[in-house]
């Protein structure tokens, strides 16, 4: 099964900034604006932060923001703090009888 | 507020099946579509598949195609996901989780450890 291509791993001092990047094609991140972020700390359950590209679902700070240019979608972390450390998700509506597709996964380390 | 409650943790010999279920509140059973996507130990979430609750249509991954299948009981807001020919790389945490804006997920259930052991 395909899956969209993030960095391993990221990392950044606390108040610094980190960006997640979230390759795809034009079957999926590229041909939607459907593309969704999701933090999951060990043991837990996924959480959305950011949706349609670019959106905060009621609750998430402002401080998580979302991007896209072409078939390569970004999460930014401002202003890191402890409790941003945790696996990242991207994901997106795919074409071609997929329906839907996650990343790798980015484990984001507060230094 | 939205709720969504999974069965438990459930053991099963290899060529078995499992069925999860997944009960959800809060919230118009009927309008929200819901997801099953799981996750094996250190490894990455994969989505398996999803279901209009309205109409009982579904959609699923390719890969696991011709082993799953997601059914839904309306009258109890209940969903259900039964996965066949277990195998043993088939233990993971299986999460249901309803659909939100725009191809998201925006509530997850807690999870449902299905451990494939001889």
């Known amino acids: 099964q395909s899956a969209l291509t993030q960095p391993p791993s990221a990392s950044g001092s606390p108040g610094q900034s980190v960006t997640i990047s979230c390759t795809g094609t034009?079957?999926?991140?590229?041909?939607?604006?459907?593309v969704s972020w999701y933090q999951q700390h060990p043991g837990k359950a996924p959480k959305l932060m950011i949706f349609?590209?670019?959106k905060r679902p009621s609750g998430v700070p402002d401080r998580f923001s979302g991007s896209k240019s072409g078939n390569t979608a970004s999460l930014t972390v401002s202003g890191l703090q402890a409790e941003d450390e945790a696996d990242y998700y991207c994901?997106?509506?795919?074409?071609?009888?997929?329906?839907?597709?996650f990343g790798t996964g980015t484990k984001v380390t507060v230094l | 507020q939205v709720q969504v409650v999974q069965s438990g943790a459930d053991v099963k010999k290899p060529g078995a099946s499992v069925k999860v279920s997944c009960q959800t509140s809060?919230?118009?059973?009927?309008?929200?579509?819901v997801h099953w996507v799981r996750q094996a130990p250190g490894q990455r979430l994969e989505w398996m598949g999803w279901?209009?609750?309205?109409?009982?249509?579904?959609k699923y991954s390719q890969k696991f195609q011709g082993r799953v299948t997601i059914t839904r009981d309306a009258s109890a807001s209940t969903v259900y996901m039964d996965l066949s020919s277990l195998r043993y790389e088939d233990t993971a945490v299986y999460y249901c989780?309803?659909?939100?804006?725009?191809?998201?997920?925006?509530?997850w259930g807690q999870g449902t450890l299905v451990t494939v052991s001889s």
């Open positions: 809060g919230y118009t059973f009927i309008t929200y579509a």
């Open positions: 994901s997106s509506y795919a074409d071609n009888n997929i329906h839907y597709v």
């Open positions: 034009s079957s999926d991140v590229g041909g939607y604006n459907y």
């Open positions: 989780a309803r659909a939100g804006s725009a191809w998201s997920i925006d509530y």
């Open positions: 279901i209009s609750p309205d109409n009982g249509h579904t």
């Open positions: 349609e590209v670019n």
